[in-house]
């Protein structure tokens, strides 16, 4: 079955260390997106890539780095520079102006 | 900048009543989309509105698109504990710029 992969599922950061959360696509779909969510919020946008090798920052980019070098692959690296990192992260793809398809979500805690 | 508020945010109701969400935009919007996620879980796609005016159904679900496309509401008729879950509405303004509600969370007592 087509869908995203996302990992690990959790994932524990200590202070000042830097983590790559996983996102793997087998729907073909152009479109590939990083949602942070925080609870009592909505999803916040944080980097896209409508293209392989090519990405454009989000809302809420600082502190966060990606690469789109496969079609199929978008990790995300939660950098140092992320003062408060504790959250859920989902990855998404889309394929035109159609909707979101979600990965399970990747929950990151700072310990 | 596009701001979409999505109202109420909690809603508690009892097996077999009736729950609506409301969403509103700052802006006119070109869709809508609505999304559910079940707790500790991802949110899911449930449909998409383009046409000013527009009403969808899925069973027991009816969406409505306003007539200005700055705000929509899921209707959900004779819950069940199966709807329980949080409801997000995502509105894509100008750009293609897509913003999300702030969701509501759906709790049923049975």
């Known amino acids: 079955d087509g869908g995203i992969t996302q990992s690990p599922k959790y994932l524990f950061r200590k202070e000042g260390q830097n983590v790559t959360l996983s996102c793997e696509q087998n729907?073909?779909?152009?479109?590939m997106y990083w949602y942070r969510q925080d609870p009592g919020q909505g999803l916040r946008l944080i980097y896209y890539s409508q293209i392989v090798n090519d990405f454009q920052k989000g809302d809420i980019a600082e502190g966060y780095s990606v690469s789109r070098e496969k079609k199929e692959s978008f990790p995300l690296t939660v950098t140092s520079a992320q003062k408060n990192p504790t959250a859920f992260y989902l990855c998404a793809s889309k394929q035109g102006t159609y909707g979101y398809t979600f990965g399970s979500g990747t929950r990151l805690t700072v310990v | 900048g596009q701001q979409v508020m999505q109202i109420p945010q909690y809603q508690h109701v009892q097996e077999g009543e009736d729950f609506t969400t409301y969403c509103n935009s700052s802006?006119?919007?070109?869709?809508i989309q609505w999304y559910k996620q079940r707790p500790g879980g991802h949110p899911v796609f449930l449909i998409q509105l383009v046409k000013s005016g527009e009403v969808k159904k899925q069973k027991r679900l009816t969406f409505q698109f306003g007539e200005a496309k700055k705000n929509s509401s899921l209707h959900i008729t004779a819950t069940q504990t199966t709807d329980v879950g949080t409801y997000f509405c995502?509105?894509?303004?100008?750009?293609?710029?897509?913003?999300f509600g702030t969701g509501t969370k759906l709790q049923v007592i049975p």
């Open positions: 802006t006119t919007l070109s869709n």
């Open positions: 729907l073909n779909h152009d479109a």
């Open positions: 995502a509105g894509t303004g100008g750009y293609q710029k897509v913003t």
